[in-house]
């Protein structure tokens, strides 16, 4: 099981060696990550779900649900009350706690341990037509944007992922397969999705964050909220919901994925704990792929 990290790890390396002796440009972890959001993973997904027969297993989706539920309450619960840090830099905490990275490193690494990107679908339509809206919600009170129910409604036609997510779920739930024509430009787009992604992923561990004096402790808890906390509930809860060996594998290594790089994204744009969710996001992605190793030794 672990044999299937190893190309992970080498295309990840190979970015950040890259990164570090600026082979690729000083922009380069920003133009290939766009390219891999608004190009390759759209297509990469529209592929890959029109030609799957989707079948969501309710309990397992259900313990990953609960696993997400209670670490961003954690989080949230540290930053806030312990912490004391205001509403929004808190709604970042608790994103940073339990907002997996199911797109750019979700693929990858179920494509790899799994063998297919079935249960992931569930994960990112729950977090993006569930969590996403909350903290949107959350962020825009804590800024006195207000609900702004035009943002949320729009939210998929502004996000490419999301877009051919939907897309490709349309055309698997209607039977319809595109024509070569179509499938074919889209399916060789797609396959550069996933060592794209993680060759970016690689570069972005050489780019300098702001200074995170006062703000590691928090960090560290947060990223071991993620990495160890949400995984041991996903595992609880799927023994809970008497889970197959196969679909506890599925919820566990999916809870187990580092934070996602929307939290930093959120936290910019929102102007809340951006070093934290930042921070978070990096020192997160840098042990996961230990912390998922030993999973897939564990329970593989």
């Known amino acids: 099981?672990?044999?299937?990290?190893?190309?992970?790890?080498?295309?990840?390396?190979?970015?950040?060696?890259?990164g570090r002796f600026r082979l690729l440009g000083a922009e380069a972890d920003r133009v290939l990550g766009g390219f891999v959001f608004h190009l390759a993973m759209p297509a990469a997904l529209f592929s890959i779900l029109s030609r799957t027969r989707l079948s969501f297993s309710g309990p397992a989706l259900g313990a990953f649900a609960a696993s997400t539920v209670v670490t961003m309450a954690l989080g949230f619960a540290l930053s806030r009350h312990v912490l004391g840090r205001k509403p929004g830099?808190?709604?970042?905490?608790?994103?940073?706690?339990?907002?997996?990275?199911?797109a750019n490193l979700g693929i990858p690494v179920t494509l790899q341990v799994l063998g297919d990107a079935t249960f992931l679908t569930g994960v990112l339509l729950f977090q993006l037509l569930v969590i996403t809206p909350v903290v949107l919600v959350a962020l825009d009170r804590s800024a006195e944007r207000g609900l702004r129910p035009a943002r949320l409604a729009s939210l998929p036609l502004r996000n490419p992922v999301i877009l051919g997510l939907a897309a490709g779920v349309l055309c698997s739930v209607l039977g319809w397969r595109p024509p070569p024509l179509i499938a074919e430009p889209l399916a060789l787009l797609g396959g550069a999705a996933v060592p794209a992604a993680l060759v970016a992923l690689g570069l972005s561990l050489t780019v300098r964050g702001p200074d995170l004096t006062g703000e590691r402790t928090e960090v560290l808890a947060l990223s071991a909220m993620k990495l160890l906390a949400q995984p041991l509930l996903a595992y609880l809860f799927g023994l809970l919901a008497?889970?197959?060996?196969?679909?506890?594998?599925?919820?566990?290594?999916?809870?187990?994925?580092?934070?996602?790089?929307?939290?930093?994204?959120?936290?910019?744009e929102y102007g809340q704990a951006d070093s934290v969710a930042r921070g978070t996001v990096i020192t997160g992605t840098a042990l996961s792929m230990l912390t998922l190793a030993a999973i897939g030794w564990l329970l593989g």
């Open 89 to 102: 830099e808190a709604t970042i905490g608790a994103m940073a706690a339990g907002y997996v990275n199911s």
């Open 1 to 18: 099981m672990i044999a299937a990290f190893v190309p992970i790890w080498v295309l990840t390396l190979l970015g950040f060696v890259a």
């Open 242 to 268: 008497r889970l197959s060996r196969a679909e506890l594998l599925a919820v566990v290594v999916c809870a187990a994925l580092p934070t996602a790089q929307n939290a930093y994204v959120y936290a910019r």
